[in-house]
């Protein structure tokens, strides 16, 4: 009787970790890539980071005045600078090999000042 007691607090623990096991790979908050991207149907690049990432387009800089809406953040598609991240709704989504939101500290460390949303860089294939 003894050993059931011991027996049975082992089984559920090896149970509990075996469960975790197989899951998939995890995927990055921070990256989206192109085979995620095909696992839904989607048309832009924009329709993507809402169905997977929606917290990137959340604006992180506090309202001000000249600016009640805060800052959203900048588009880079392959290394140069958009004007509006309305332009990932012209981007579209079968072309883009990564994409990958950057804080608002590594974006200014990259890019240098004015990033106070991230950023949101878009790579194509």
């Not at 072309?95 to 939101?101: C, D, N, P, S, T």
């Not at 949303?117 to 878009?122: C, E, F, K, Q, R």
């Given at each position: 009787m003894d050993k059931r007691v011991l027996l049975l607090p082992l089984a559920t623990i090896l149970l509990a970790c075996a469960a975790t096991q197989g899951t998939g790979p995890r995927r990055s908050s921070?990256?989206?890539?192109?085979?995620?991207?095909a696992e839904?149907?989607?048309?832009?690049?924009?329709?993507a980071v809402q169905q997977y990432r929606l917290h990137w387009l959340r604006s992180r800089?506090?309202?001000?005045f000249l600016n009640p809406d805060g800052s959203p953040p900048v588009l880079y598609l392959d290394g140069i600078r958009l004007d509006d991240i309305s332009e990932l709704g012209r981007i579209r989504?079968?072309?883009?090999?990564?994409?990958?939101?950057l804080s608002p500290s590594e974006a200014t460390n990259r890019f240098g000042t004015n990033h106070?949303?991230?950023?949101?860089?878009?790579t194509t294939r």
């Open positions: 921070r990256v989206l890539t192109a085979d995620e991207i839904v149907v989607v048309v832009t690049a924009f329709d800089a506090s309202p001000t989504a079968d072309v883009v090999e990564r994409m990958e939101y106070n949303g991230g950023a949101i860089l878009v």
